[in-house]
């Protein structure tokens, strides 16, 4: 197993890459279980013809990930947003509909493919839309959210095989921590779960709302254990392989 770990002119610079190379060095201790590369995106062409058929693990930016994919001959799986099995408990309406057609205000939207396009935003009328440069010419399918009112806090939930490794407060106030039971609730109701992803909820004044989930393959890293970031996203890039290539 070759593990890519992204490089910038030759060293670490991204989170994800740094908590990759802590959590294989921790994994193979001394073992030799993985060949661990670093590689920039340009070299990446190089890296991957000498892999002699061996299974590839990249650590890096979405467009690092995508470019071996890509050059893998590999179909990345659809970003999970919400996933049909949950949302009739989530609370809030949820759709899908072309930029030129959205007549529902306010709420939250996101590209629905494209997870690099535009970075998800509040949108309070059809104007607002139009301080996006790269929605100008763009009349593609948006992902919608009703929102969430009174966050107090965000946090981001690390869940391996069912299992929650790892939970970081990413916006807000750290100390309104979510309410368990209700995580449990959602990893449990999550039926056809990948083995590698993370469940983004809000704490409120009221409860703890299911945000977003993001799938493992395109996953930043916002703390935690690095050897238990390293397993989860290696075993859902290897779901995704096997998946792909069966």
Avoid at 74 to 95: A, C, D, F, H, S
Wanted: hydrophobic share 40%.
């Amino acid at each position: 197993m070759i593990i890519l770990i992204e490089t910038d002119l030759g060293k670490i610079t991204l989170d994800v890459s740094f908590a990759a190379y802590l959590g294989a060095g921790q994994q193979n201790s001394g073992q030799n279980t993985f060949i661990v590369k670093e590689v920039s995106k340009a070299g990446l062409f190089v890296a991957l013809s000498n892999i002699d058929g061996k299974p590839v693990i990249p650590f890096g930016s979405v467009d690092f990930v995508k470019r071996i994919a890509e050059l893998l001959n590999i179909q990345l799986p659809t970003p999970l947003n919400i996933p049909e099995v949950l949302k009739p408990i989530i609370g809030r309406r949820i759709w899908i509909t072309k930029k030129s057609e959205l007549n529902i205000f306010p709420c939250f939207i996101k590209p629905l493919d494209d997870v690099k396009l535009f970075t998800g935003f509040v949108v309070k009328s059809k104007e607002d839309l139009q301080f996006i440069p790269e929605l100008k010419e763009w009349d593609g399918m948006l992902w919608c959210s009703e929102l969430i009112s009174e966050i107090i806090s965000e946090w981001r939930c690390y869940v391996h095989k069912g299992e929650v490794v790892n939970c970081s407060c990413y916006a807000g106030d750290a100390l309104a921590f979510p309410d368990v039971e209700v995580i449990k609730s959602l990893i449990s109701a999550y039926t056809d779960a990948p083995a590698g992803y993370a469940l983004d909820v809000g704490v409120t004044g009221k409860t703890t709302q299911l945000i977003e989930c993001n799938d493992a393959w395109g996953l930043g890293y916002y703390g935690g254990n690095p050897s238990n970031y390293f397993n989860l996203v290696k075993n859902r890039w290897l779901e995704i392989i096997n998946e792909f290539t069966r």
